[in-house]
């Protein structure tokens, strides 16, 4: 079993940024692939950006492109993934989850994965 934590959210104005961070219990959370999706009140969870358990491939969604940067540390057992999001927008606003599944690519789909964390609010004023 992995458990999966999200930290870092929180309130920033437009044009702002954010790092999200996302840690596993498990030193072989380095062999997972992990994404980031995202749920904005009244729509459904949609897919942000993931990264393989190497950090060699990465993939994003279109509407995060060019703003968002995900990567990974795994170092002295201890495994974390960041979401670094800049130029923040209104429209990021979200509540943010980290997910963890033991595969060898990018994956975008919820159904994907196997572990989730309990996710993170991230709002963005104008």
């Known amino acids: 079993q992995v458990q999966v934590v999200e930290s870092g959210g929180g309130l920033v104005q437009a044009g702002g940024s954010l790092r999200l961070s996302c840690a596993a219990s498990?030193?072989?959370?380095?062999?997972?692939?992990i994404g980031w999706f995202r749920q904005a009140p009244g729509k459904e969870l949609e897919f942000v950006a993931a990264?393989?358990?190497?950090?060699?491939?990465?993939?994003?969604a279109d509407s995060v492109k060019g703003r968002f940067t995900i990567s990974r540390h795994d170092a002295n057992a201890k495994n974390t993934v960041f979401l670094q999001m800049n130029s923040l927008k209104p429209e990021d606003t979200a509540v943010y989850y980290c997910?963890?599944?033991?595969?060898?690519?990018?994956?975008?789909?919820?159904?994907?994965?196997?572990?989730w964390g309990q996710g993170i609010q991230v709002t963005v004023s104008s």
């Open positions: 498990r030193r072989t959370f380095s062999s997972y692939a």
């Open positions: 990264i393989s358990w190497s950090g060699g491939t990465t993939d994003y």
């Open positions: 997910t963890a599944v033991d595969g060898s690519y990018t994956y975008t789909e919820q159904g994907d994965y196997d572990y």
